[in-house]
């Protein structure tokens, strides 16, 4: 996944309290290449039965357990990305994703505080009429990213699969900057 799209992701979910669905989230990003995964201000969060991540994903990846949103401290240029369901949010099929990004969702049968939406560089949405599972919600952002960022065939006009190929890299020239 990493050598096909530039960039890094992280995803997370503030005030959590299912074990299985932030599982399932961690699962999903390690399945999709992110680079860490973090929660803030989780409740009753016992990572070690974490049923649900059957790839063991903390093993694998980086995970940040955050108190507080003002103890959220991510990479330089890494834009905070909330996931929310809200009027004002940009609709996802017409967002163009961060090349380095976290992702935040909200607690289940809730939203995010508006703290981290405060933080947010951006708020997306998935165009449903109501809200999806915290883990779902999260594929369908992450699947988003790749099939966006990611180096792909394009999709033929009609049906069925590409006929054309996966465009090849091609390595731009060296910049150098003069002295001022």
Same mark, same amino acid.
């Given at each position: 996944?990493? !050598?096909?799209m530039?960039?890094?992701?992280?995803?997370?979910?503030?005030?959590i309290?299912?074990?299985?669905?932030?599982?399932?989230?961690?699962r999903?990003?390690?399945?999709f290449?992110?680079?860490?995964?973090?929660?803030?201000? +989780?409740?009753?969060?016992?990572?070690?039965?974490?049923v &649900?991540?059957?790839?063991? &994903?903390?093993?694998?990846?980086?995970?940040y +357990?955050?108190?507080?949103?003002?103890?959220?401290?991510?990479?330089?240029?890494?834009?905070?990305?909330?996931?929310?369901?809200?009027?004002? +949010?940009?609709?996802?099929?017409?967002f163009?994703?961060?090349?380095?990004?976290?992702? $935040?969702?909200?607690?289940?049968?809730?939203?995010?505080?508006? !703290? $981290?939406?405060?933080?947010?560089?951006?708020?997306?949405? $998935?165009?449903?009429?109501?809200?999806?599972?915290?883990?779902?919600?999260?594929?369908?952002?992450?699947?988003?990213?790749?099939?966006?960022?990611?180096?792909?065939?394009?999709?033929?006009?009609?049906?069925?699969?590409?006929?054309?190929?996966?465009? $090849?890299?091609v390595?731009?020239?060296?910049?150098?900057?003069t002295?001022?």
């Open positions: 996944m990493g !050598e096909s530039r960039g890094y992701f992280a995803i997370g979910a503030e005030k309290s299912k074990m299985q669905n932030f599982g399932n989230l961690a999903t990003g390690h399945g290449g992110a680079s860490f995964c973090f929660t803030v201000a +989780a409740s009753r969060l016992r990572l070690n039965d974490m &649900s991540d059957t790839s063991r &994903s903390l093993t694998n990846m980086p995970y +357990a955050w108190d507080k949103p003002n103890d959220i401290t991510l990479p330089d240029r890494c834009q905070l990305v909330g996931i929310e369901l809200t009027d004002d +949010a940009i609709d996802l099929p017409s163009r994703h961060p090349t380095q990004a976290a992702y $935040i969702l909200g607690p289940e049968r809730a939203s995010l505080s508006p !703290e $981290i939406m405060e933080m947010c560089d951006h708020i997306i949405k $998935i165009p449903t009429s109501f809200c999806l599972n915290v883990a779902t919600a999260g594929a369908i952002v992450m699947y988003d990213r790749i099939a966006t960022l990611g180096r792909f065939a394009p999709r033929p006009v009609r049906v069925g699969g590409p006929v054309e190929p996966k465009p $090849i890299h390595q731009g020239s060296q910049k150098r900057r002295p001022i």
